[in-house]
């Protein structure tokens, strides 16, 4: 006898301002982050998330499964005020690796806050703690800072000039890593370690150069802009989309 199946829950979206946020959605982002990450702690997430400006929401069906969260940082660099997209702690459970909504709702959102000034450059600071979010530079951008193929001097200084703003010394600019001498948050190791395949990727192996401390918290700073002309074409129809993004 063939059983009937129900359907397969679909995936959707929410971008709300941390303000928003009610305590239920707080609890469920919280639990799902601490159930990845060894080295933080309620407290510590909870103070990290009032510094955020969106909190980028991942639902499959009725249950949160990922989120991301995202603040705006203004500056002058070289006389030019330009504006920075700093992404915060970012997670999607295991089960649900592979879905591409939360990063097509996030740079939809990003578009967006290019639009409020779009005079103003636009980059997007990245801190990395794992090899699967570096890989995601070169599938979205063109052109980055760290690359294991292009020098970037223009970019290194701005990611300099803000990570200094942001960690203080906390930032090792000799090695482009923010590290704590207490981690405040790492990935568990059964999510960390990359597997052979993904060790095969140059983007992963640039990665662990960069950041051999990676295990215990340390974050490679990273940084490209983000404008039309270094946007790969999937990330660039994105980014300009004029939809309103479904909650």
């Known amino acids: 006898m063939i059983e009937d199946m129900a359907p ?22 919280e639990a799902l982050y601490l159930r990845h990450y060894d080295g933080s702690s309620s407290g510590l997430f909870r ?14 069906g009725a249950d949160l499964v990922g989120f991301t969260l995202l603040m705006v940082m203004e500056t002058l660099w070289r006389g030019v005020p330009v504006r920075a997209v700093y992404s915060g702690d970012t997670i999607v459970g295991v089960q649900h690796w592979g879905q591409q909504q939360l990063n097509f709702t996030c740079i939809a959102r990003i578009g967006q806050i290019k639009r409020e000034q779009p005079s103003l450059p636009l980059y997007w600071f990245l801190l990395v703690k794992g090899h699967r979010t570096f890989k995601y530079l070169p599938v979205f951008v063109k052109s980055f800072f760290p690359h294991w193929q292009e020098a970037r001097p223009d970019l290194q200084e701005l990611a300099q000039q803000l990570a200094q ?10 090695k482009g890593i923010v590290h704590f001498p207490d981690s405040r948050g790492h990935l568990k190791a059964w999510i960390a370690e990359a597997n052979e395949r993904e060790r095969a990727r140059a983007s992963t192996q640039f990665f662990l150069q960069k950041n051999p401390g990676y295990r215990q918290g340390d974050e490679l700073v990273c940084l490209c802009e983000l404008e039309p002309a270094n946007l790969k074409p999937l990330t660039a129809r994105l980014f300009a989309a004029t939809r309103k993004i479904a909650a």
């Open 165 to 174: 703003a942001r960690f203080g010394d906390y930032f090792d600019a000799s």
């Open 8 to 29: 397969p829950q679909p995936y959707r979206s929410a971008v709300l301002s941390v303000a928003e946020l009610d305590e239920a959605t707080v609890a469920a982002m």
């Open 47 to 60: 103070h990290d998330l009032t510094e955020k400006r969106d909190a980028v929401l991942l639902y499959h």
